[in-house]
């Protein structure tokens, strides 16, 4: 995490980055926090999710199986197969969704 961080050098970016990490880690306490494809990941000890910043949005990568059973809720955020983009505004972040995708996946 820490390293992710120090490579977001825009201070936003950096809050959104810290505010992503809390969201997903209040329901993946337990979950070990790493780089993966340049993405801040959370495994248990499979891969349960990912998030990046960019310079237009968030992206929230919830891998392949949660995308059909969450279908219409993530509607307004699917971007191509598996990515989920929000807008990077701190309070337009989709908090409950995120983390009910982060515990199914975790428990499917």
């Avoid at 977001?8 to 993966?36: F, G």
């Avoid at 992206?59 to 059973?69: A, G, R």
Wanted: hydrophobic letters at 40%; glycine letters at 4%.
């Amino acid at each position: 995490m820490d390293e992710y961080l120090a490579k977001t050098t825009d201070p936003k970016d950096q809050v959104l980055v810290k505010r992503m990490n809390q969201i997903i880690a209040k329901v993946l306490p337990d979950a070990e926090v790493r780089l993966s494809y340049g993405l801040v990941g959370y495994f248990q000890p499979k891969q349960i999710c990912f998030f990046g910043i960019n310079k237009q949005t968030i992206s929230f990568y919830p891998t392949n199986k949660p995308i059909e059973h969450f279908q219409k809720e993530i509607a307004p955020y699917l971007s191509g197969k598996t990515t989920l983009k929000f807008p990077k505004d701190v309070n337009a972040i989709p908090v409950q969704l995120i983390q009910k995708i982060a515990v199914w996946n975790l428990e499917n």
